[in-house]
């Protein structure tokens, strides 16, 4: 009978006592008993009041039971502050120690208001994309108790943040992981943050969890479930939208480097900048899917194709620039800080996505072109230049573009026009002047002045053009001799025969001889 009327006793004294010092009313309470008789009473007792309001809760400063109280652990006391006002009932003052123990003693202990009671309070799984001011909760309301919410809902191990309402974005609003208005929070690495962020996705700062919790969060945040990493592929994929581009715009895509709206060329330098941190043989394929190469035709290209433009270093001669921008090769064209940025990205990523100009890389434009633009001698020859220069190049065992080169009519005769080097009668001169009755032949000038040989070896060696030898003359007139309409001509082009056998034996012993011996 004794507990009963003890536990009736407590109960009253919440009014007398507890109203005005909750901390004396819990002196009250019994925690053991010396006396062998009692020993049990206090258990008794505290059984008798785990169901009656006889503590204050921090919630409204109401009166509840024992058994509907949590506790937390002293070094997470701050949280009773931040979930006053949610309807968690934290004994207000705390419990004496003893006092926990002797409930625990007797059966009834007092809960501990856990990280997953916390996931659960505040589990929301909708977008809220409101201001902290606005929040629904006052939990919610203030970015330090957001943090310190969010360090103890992952303190047991869980990072399962999907439908907890504590995401504060770049631009200071609140959202829910894993059902932002966006479709998803991502978080970004420092060392790439100021890019990302301010950056390449300034226009956009509810896709990001803010500064402040990345940082605070950064031991385990790629653990998190519903907070994604930023990670290149998803950058690549995202820049559609800054870019403004897709399967219905123009191509190549118009773009003014200056213009105030993305993208321009701040915008470019800093996608080219991101670009080269990614690691050596890691850019994301789907990077080939979007125009980022600036060309010098005010556009941007895809890159990676054979109409990207290609990448002039600072040796390449200004005639050449100048022929090629006659043939409408695309170059890219690129000052200050983007110049600067491409240089970075060409450094990390060698020809990937962004190609030099290189006489492989040439003769691909060259071949995607639809027509070449008219003739004109110092463009041509400039072009030819080039492509006769590179000898290393010239001596790979694995050279694939002879057939290309002699279909391409671009190489200038003595004649000031074009030709191609896959049709009849080309030829490199000889060092003599042709007979008349020869005919039409397209001799190739050897170089861009007159006399010049710098091309000779770039047509015998490498493209396998005939030298006009007298041997191979007299074998020209002997297979068109049949065609020669009168008995003059054929006197004539006999007389020129006879006349250069000598000079033909001299080149070629065994063919002289043997049109020696057929005349």
């Given at each position: ?96 120690p003893a006092l926990v123990s002797a409930f625990k003693g007797a059966g009834q202990p007092i809960s501990r208001f856990t990280p997953s009671d916390l996931r659960s309070l505040l589990h929301n799984p909708k977008s809220l994309g409101c201001e902290l001011k606005d929040a629904p909760r006052p939990c919610l309301r ?192 690129a000052v200050g800080e983007l110049k600067a940025a491409i240089q970075a990205f060409l450094h990390q990523h060698s020809n990937a996505f962004i190609f030099h100009l290189t006489v492989p890389d040439l003769i691909e434009s060259l071949l995607y072109l639809e027509q070449l633009p008219t003739y004109r001698a110092k ?136 049109y020696r011996n057929t005349l």
């Open positions: 009978m004794l507990a009963p009327v003890y536990a009736e006793l407590l109960t009253q004294l919440v009014d007398d006592i507890g109203r005005q010092n909750p901390a004396q009313l819990y002196r009250y309470f019994p925690t053991s008993c010396k006396n062998a008789v009692l020993e049990h009473l206090a258990n008794y007792v505290l059984q008798q009041v785990y169901s009656r309001p006889v503590v204050r809760s921090v919630y409204q400063e109401t009166w509840v039971s024992p058994q509907s109280l949590k506790l937390l652990a002293p070094d997470w006391k701050q949280l009773r502050t931040v979930l006053q006002a949610e309807g968690v009932h934290f004994p207000d003052p705390a419990l004496p203030k970015a330090s108790w957001i943090l310190l919410l969010l360090q103890y809902c992952t303190s047991d191990g869980s990072y399962d943040l999907r439908g907890l309402p504590l995401a504060i974005l770049e631009n200071g609003n609140l959202e829910t992981f894993g059902y932002a208005q966006a479709g998803v929070v991502f978080w970004v690495p420092s060392t790439v943050r100021s890019l990302l962020v301010k950056q390449i996705f300034g226009n956009y700062p509810h896709w990001f969890l803010n500064e402040d919790l990345t940082h605070e969060m950064a031991l385990n945040i790629d653990q998190c479930e519903g907070l994604p990493q930023l990670y290149p592929a998803s950058v690549v994929t995202n820049l559609k939208i800054p870019l403004r581009f897709n399967k219905d715009s123009a191509y190549p895509y118009p773009w003014d480097p200056s213009d105030a709206k993305t993208p321009n060329q701040t915008w470019l330098a800093a996608v080219y900048r991101y670009l080269a941190t990614i690691p050596i043989g890691c850019l994301p394929d789907n990077l080939e899917e979007f125009p980022l190469v600036p060309g010098n035709s005010g556009h941007l290209y895809k890159g990676g194709g054979v109409d990207a433009p290609l990448w002039p270093t600072p040796d390449v001669p200004t005639a050449l620039l100048q022929a090629l921008k006659y043939f409408k090769i695309p170059l890219i064209e463009e041509y020859k400039a072009l030819v230049s080039y492509l006769a220069s590179d000898r290393q190049w010239q001596l790979r065992d694995d050279n694939i573009y002879k057939p290309e080169l002699r279909a391409l009519a671009i190489y200038p005769t003595l004649n000031n026009q074009p030709t191609a080097l896959d049709v009849e009668k080309v030829y490199v001169p000889g060092g003599y002047t042709p007979p008349t009755i020869a005919g039409s032949l397209k001799l190739l000038a050897l170089g861009p002045t007159a006399g010049s040989q710098e091309w000779h070896d770039f047509y015998t060696d490498f493209l396998g053009v005939q030298v006009l030898d007298h041997c191979a003359m007299i074998k020209h007139l002997l297979e068109t001799y049949s065609n020669l309409n009168n008995p003059t001509q054929q006197l004539e082009a006999l007389t020129w025969i006879r006349d250069h056998l000598d000079l033909a034996q001299s080149e070629q012993p065994s063919y002289a001889t043997a």
